[in-house]
């Protein structure tokens, strides 16, 4: 059956999607913030590729009033979900226990006062299946290694994160919707089973070997060169509460 390339587009964005959607579920992200992540995100994409507003409003099919809106909140200071009601709850008990140390859910209770008690208890167990946070005896106390994050930390991460993700985003045009042009791309997944020991040798060696090749073709490029971008991935199976079939 031939399926229109408008519907090919479509499809393929939102499975490309997919990655963002189950990390939003695994994270009980909220609708809303979720949206806003998009639209926001969406503008300002179109805004670094030097579009106009009134260029983003008939390519979005908005209004020039509604792109307006868009920039305004994209350009706030205000961390996107500072104003969730449940998760202002979630980052305030994190963000006190980290501070003050293990605390009884009475102490925690004083320090938000605005939270309803069954609110915070629903709050702290999503914490707890998270292992965000722990139970110490009748209290709560925070995970070491959550409380080892600094902000320099998170923006290097964030920027390795969004290189690895563009190299995936010109495979998948390439695949999809280059498929016929000169140049070359590939994609392959590879599922296997391997011991903890044998997996770190394997991202080990296959780096240091993929590595040393591209360092060779690069020192080896001429006038003909072309840039390209690799991406590898090796990860064992996420096994928190949130990616258990149920």
Do not use: C
């Not at 507003?53 to 706030?76: C, E, H, M, P, W």
Request: net charge negative.
């Amino acid at each position: 059956m031939s399926i229109s390339p408008v519907d090919v587009r479509v499809r393929v964005v939102e499975v490309a999607l997919t990655p963002a959607l189950v990390l939003a579920r695994v994270m009980a992200l909220p609708l809303d913030d979720l949206q806003h992540l998009v639209a926001t995100a969406y503008f300002r994409e179109a805004r670094a590729r030097g579009l106009s507003f009134r260029a983003i409003a008939r390519r979005f099919g908005k209004s020039l009033r509604t792109v307006t809106n868009l920039a305004r909140r994209a350009d706030q200071d205000e961390p996107l979900l500072e104003g969730h009601r449940r998760l202002g709850h979630r980052r305030r008990a994190v963000a006190w226990l980290a501070f003050e140390g293990p605390a009884s859910f009475e102490q925690l209770a004083r320090s938000l006062p605005d939270a309803e008690h069954d609110e915070l208890e629903a709050e702290l167990e999503y914490l707890i299946e998270q292992g965000i946070v722990t139970r110490d005896g009748d209290g709560y106390r925070v995970v070491a290694g959550y409380m080892d994050t600094q902000a320099a930390d998170l923006s290097a991460r964030l920027d390795a994160l969004r290189h690895l993700l563009e190299g995936v985003t010109m495979a998948i045009h390439r695949r999809f919707f280059e498929p016929r042009a000169e140049g070359t791309s590939l994609a392959r997944v590879l599922t296997f089973e391997a011991s903890p020991e044998a997996l770190a040798k394997l991202a080990d060696e296959g780096y240091a070997a993929l590595r040393e090749g591209i360092l060779r073709a690069d020192e080896g490029a001429g006038d003909d060169a072309v840039q390209a971008s690799l991406t590898l991935t090796i990860a064992e199976v996420p096994d928190g509460p949130g990616w258990r079939p149920r």
